[in-house]
């Protein structure tokens, strides 16, 4: 039973994923397995859990209202702006900027970065396979 499940968890990512080069999609595939570990009721990653973890504001690091959208703005096709440094950040959607999310290891810095800047901590596996869902399949 168990090993059912987690062949359906995966296989879910790797629908979701399916636009990712390999080692995206075994980042993805690592989240999913450590969110499962975690929840064992988690049911595959969510674009619309992703999408309130992306756009809800929260009292981030530097003790103001911050989200993911303040930087990175709602239209991921277009350039963003870092609220702290007022540098323009490329488009974070891999339709419009192809280098995105082909690379896990800065994937995981900003990923982790980022958290932290809005929620003060890590993101879970779960939240982290969540937003990337959203990222990537925002239209
Ligand atoms: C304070 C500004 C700021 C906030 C807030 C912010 N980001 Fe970023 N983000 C950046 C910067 C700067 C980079 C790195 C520069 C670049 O890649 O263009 C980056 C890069 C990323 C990347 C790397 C993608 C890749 O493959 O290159 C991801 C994923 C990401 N951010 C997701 C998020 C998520 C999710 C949140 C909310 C939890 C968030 N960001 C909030 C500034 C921000």
Redesign the pocket.
């Known amino acids: 039973m168990k090993k059912i499940l987690l062949a359906s968890l995966i296989a879910i990512s790797f629908i979701q994923a399916k636009e990712l080069n390999p080692s995206m999609q075994g980042f993805m595939n690592d989240l999913s397995v450590e969110a499962k570990k975690q929840n064992p009721n988690i049911q595959g990653f969510d674009y619309a859990r992703g999408e309130v ?2 756009t809800t504001k929260q009292i ?1 690091k530097k003790g103001n209202p ?3 959208v ?3 703005t709602n239209d991921l096709s277009q350039n ?1 702006l ?4 007022n ?1 323009v ?2 488009p ?1 959607s891999p339709a419009a900027n192809p ?5 896990v290891k ?2 995981k810095k ?2 982790r ?3 932290k ?3 003060n901590r890590e ?1 879970t596996a779960l939240e982290q396979g969540d ?2 869902t959203y ?1 990537i399949n925002k239209k």
Request: with cysteine; hydrophobic share 40%.
């Open positions: 973890i992306f981030g911050i989200s993911c303040s930087c990175h963003g870092n609220e702290h440094t540098k950040i490329e974070l280098n995105r999310f082909t690379d800065e994937v900003w990923l970065r980022n958290f800047d809005v929620y993101g937003v990337i990222i």
